[in-house]
């Protein structure tokens, strides 16, 4: 199974609301990642988890929390969202254990905040 | 990391090899070269990598210029599924993340 699963793949969601997205991989992966990706740009990185604990945060608002339960899920949490918070978010997974390794993505959720 | 620079679009006839180039001019010596692709709407996917060496796999080949500056990726006999954004990254060793930095990459358009 060389599969990041993604859910939901598309959500649609109100300045006021409380939202989840999941992530979940079975390749023994202990790094896993959030990006973002507006449209016709590149991914941007927003969080790093490295044995399930947050490592790198690239200065992403509050309103934006990541949490990673154990080592093949994570979810990123979302409150009082903007509309500017419209985009695609992309998990993505890692080993650790290696000089050179490769990044594997999920199909994103495309996310509207109305 | 050290900074890449691709043209922003590239077509290609359907069955024809696609050379796509990057220049890596800064690159330093524990530095590698990635490839990967983005097709419309899906999330990024690994294509290859290498350090100094020309890499080959089932899907592309990768050949680094002697003074590494530079590479080109080669898709031997593209196909419409070719079509996606193709990004260049330039990424150390020996951190095992995938923390990567993304620029603009290169647009090919495969046509039939």
Same mark, same amino acid.
């Given at each position: 199974d060389t599969e990041v699963t993604q859910t939901p793949k598309h959500l649609v969601m109100g300045m006021t609301n409380k939202k989840s997205l999941k992530c979940e991989q079975h390749m023994g992966h202990r790094a896993m990642y959030w990006y973002k990706q507006k449209a016709k740009k590149p991914p941007e990185l927003m969080f790093v988890y490295s044995y399930e604990k947050?490592?790198? @945060?690239?200065?992403?608002? +509050?309103r934006f929390s990541p949490e990673c339960p154990n080592s093949s899920l994570l979810n990123l949490h979302l409150h009082a969202l903007q509309p500017e918070d419209s985009a695609l978010y992309l998990c993505a997974s890692s080993p650790v254990d290696r000089e050179v390794t490769e990044a594997f993505f999920g199909q994103g959720t495309r996310l509207t905040v109305v | 990391d050290a900074k890449t620079t691709q043209p922003p679009s590239m077509d290609c006839a359907e069955g024809r090899a696609a050379n796509l180039p990057c220049n890596h001019?800064?690159?330093?010596? @524990?530095e590698y070269v990635y490839w990967y692709r983005q097709i419309h709407s899906q999330g990024p996917q690994y294509i290859i990598h290498g350090l100094k060496n020309n890499e080959t796999n089932e899907m592309a080949s990768l050949i680094i210029t002697e003074d590494r500056k530079s590479s080109t990726l080669i898709l031997p006999h593209a196909t419409l599924r070719d079509t996606a954004v193709y990004y260049c990254i330039v990424k150390g060793g020996g951190? +095992?993340?995938?923390k990567l930095t993304f620029g603009q990459g290169t647009i090919l358009t495969v046509h039939p």
């Open positions: 947050l490592s790198i @945060n690239e200065s992403v608002p +509050s | 001019s800064t690159i330093s010596g @524990n951190t +095992s993340y995938g």
